[in-house]
């Protein structure tokens, strides 16, 4: 069971994605308010798995509301505009919703979220190597072992847990699209991390093993939504 916030300022839209929800089996609605303000108070002390959010709101909009939590649970974006599509997608939200909303919509949109929850538990679930070619053989690296990954032009530093950096030819898309545990996030144009080796984080860097690395705007609800917050 998925427990869903409701931030919608226009009370018809907001009653109707109540009923939406109760219509999930796999839903529970911990709260449902008439503005960004409340949804941040109540997430400062509540935990939630998804939020439907709407963007133009008086006072704090959807998107702001976004650049403040401090923690990221799944985000699907409700409106009926669509000119927020892309800024939206750049906080990488599971999926936009024009209103009116359909069940139909409604449920693939659902769907991708269960499909993303899924794949994340089969992730931590499989223990994975990696291995490399260099000095002409094939070098097997625990991923338990890997700090991050930095980009250098046409090529990748692997900086590991005791000290080495393995430089391999490639590039950051192409570590990103091969690396599918979810330990690891891109949290920069230039910086693929193990999220268990972060020593601590400030607003726009972390540090991990005395490195301290940039966190992009973008790439930041990614990282705050695979933190474990107490």
């Given at each position: ?5 409701i ?6 839209a ?6 939406l929800?109760k ?46 939590l ?23 939200v ?32 499989e ?32 900086r ?10 490639g ?29 601590d ?16 705007r ?13």
């Amino acid at each position: 069971m998925l427990k869903c916030l409701i931030v919608d300022d226009d009370l018809m839209a907001r009653t109707a994605m109540e009923n939406l929800c109760k219509r999930a089996e796999n839903l529970e609605i911990a709260a449902s308010f008439a503005s960004a303000e409340e949804a941040l108070q109540f997430l400062n002390n509540e935990r939630v798995d998804l939020i439907f959010l709407d963007v133009e709101m008086p006072g704090l909009s959807g998107i702001e509301l976004m650049d403040r939590l401090s923690s990221f649970p799944h985000i699907i974006i409700t409106s009926a505009r669509t000119e927020y599509a892309y800024e939206a997608f750049e906080y990488q939200v599971v999926d936009y919703l024009k209103k009116p909303i359909t069940f139909l919509r409604f449920q693939r949109a659902m769907e991708k979220v269960l499909d993303a929850e899924r794949r994340i538990q089969k992730y931590k679930e499989e223990a994975k190597d990696v291995y490399i070619r260099e000095e002409g053989k094939l070098v097997r690296i625990s991923l338990d072992d890997i700090l991050f990954f930095e980009n250098l032009g046409d090529y990748v530093t692997i900086r590991t847990a005791n000290g080495k950096r393995h430089i391999i030819h490639g590039t950051m898309k192409g570590i990103d699209s091969k690396m599918k545990d979810p330990r690891f996030v891109k949290v920069h144009r230039s910086y693929i991390i193990n999220l268990d080796k972060i020593k601590d984080i400030e607003e726009n860097t972390l540090v991990i093993a005395e490195t301290v690395i940039p966190i992009s705007r973008s790439h930041k609800q990614g990282l705050l939504n695979r933190l474990n917050f107490l």
